[in-house]
């Protein structure tokens, strides 16, 4: 077992004496950043040999020929790690949305449809059916809430009418999915869902009584919209977002309490661990692949205590949306690892729904009205064969 001591090199007042004193060094991507002259003068007169570097969640650290001024952290990382012996990166989200390359990947070139392409070739990876399938963590169960939106003229009293899970023009897509996560009336998409969610959290804490909800809002004010309505029905609820002072104070307390739900908007979207979130509801217009996926996967976790009280596989966790089409593409295989392919500045999520976006005409309209529709419920194909009869 290592000795790793944590340095802040922004205290830090002698790193070479502290240095002496532990087997390595734990910083964040931005102080290794802020300090990388520091960092590689403290290397310079160290030894090099043996050196292992480890890079969790990879991803972020680009590195772009196209963008040299661009993102500093894959640049950081390849000065400070030049003479390692190993390069190790780590990542549950293996690709980007914006479709740049990041170091600690090995690239292998593949032909494609006439295209000479990078594709990055990880030397181990283990997809999320695989987990399912061994108890090490929960399947998923998607409740997308179809209906249908309104769109007019300003003063015009034509309307058309658009419905959700099946528009293919992207512009409409898009303010189809605003209109839906709005809490304009009890009647309103919105509010459809998270009372629909927060009656299978009731039922879930049934025999799970710590169990939590996940909302990830769009921005502060729906944030708090949706706190308020939660707890007028009853529940306890912690909102966080990143402009409050103690922000991962709440999300650490909120690990171990007893809270209903917690509020957010992105602080808990990625690295955010709390095994007993057991309802996701995704409520907000980023419709990235990684950062959908970032957002309910925080509802696979398993903890010790409840290891021995579930048979494998263990008992589904839940996720409630609009039926946007993009998230309902990206639940269908959330739990398998595709390929990751460089293709210059194109991005994956584009690429991967470019059989149904439309790209013809889009008119100046905006979304008046909405309705509720029928729920699509997907239990992915990972399940195993019983769990589906």
């Not at 994956?348 to 309705?371: N, R, Y």
């Amino acid at each position: 077992m290592l000795n790793l001591k944590v340095k802040n090199f922004e205290v830090c007042s002698d790193i070479k004496e502290r240095s002496s004193q532990s087997d390595g060094w734990i910083v964040t991507y931005q102080s290794a950043s802020r300090n990388l002259q520091k960092i590689k003068e403290e290397l310079s007169v160290s030894s090099t040999k043996g050196l292992i570097a480890i890079a969790d969640e990879a991803h972020h650290l680009v590195v772009s020929t196209e963008e040299p001024e661009g993102a500093v952290w894959g640049k950081t990382f390849l000065a400070i790690t030049k003479h390692s012996s190993i390069r190790l990166g780590l990542t549950g989200t293996p690709f980007r949305a914006d479709n740049l390359p990041f170091c600690a990947a090995r690239k292998v070139l593949i032909h494609s449809e006439g295209e000479v392409l990078e594709q990055i070739n990880p030397d181990l990876c283990v997809e999320p059916r695989e987990l399912i399938s061994v108890g090490d963590v929960r399947p998923l169960e998607f409740h997308f809430q179809d209906g249908w939106v309104e769109h007019s003229y300003q003063g015009n009293p034509d309307r058309e009418v658009s419905p959700i899970s099946s528009e293919k023009r992207e512009s409409w897509r898009a303010r189809n999915l605003r209109k839906a996560i709005n809490l304009s009336d009890s009647n309103s998409i919105a509010v459809q869902i998270i009372l629909k969610a927060r009656k299978k959290l009731i039922s879930i804490r049934e025999t799970h009584a710590k169990a939590a909800g996940l909302v990830i809002a769009k921005d502060i004010s729906h944030a708090k919209a949706i706190a308020k309505l939660l707890k007028e029905k009853g529940d306890s609820v912690e909102l966080v977002h990143s402009q409050e002072k103690e922000a991962s104070n709440r999300l650490s307390t909120f690990k171990d309490s007893t809270v209903n739900w917690l509020v957010s908007i992105d602080m808990c979207s990625e690295g955010f661990d709390a095994p007993r979130i057991r309802v996701v509801l995704y409520l907000t217009t980023v419709v990235t692949k990684s950062r959908f996926l970032q957002g309910i996967t925080r509802a696979v976790r398993m903890s010790s205590e409840r290891e021995s009280l579930e048979a494998i596989p263990r008992d589904p966790s839940h996720i409630y949306s609009p039926a946007d089409p993009l998230l309902i593409e990206y639940a269908h295989n959330w739990s398998e690892t595709k390929p990751y392919l460089i293709k210059g500045n194109k991005s994956e999520d584009k690429i991967d729904s470019a059989s149904w976006i439309s790209k013809g005409a889009t008119l100046p309209m905006e979304a008046v009205d909405q309705g509720i529709g029928n729920l699509i419920r997907i239990r992915t194909a990972e399940l195993p064969q019983f769990l589906k009869r």
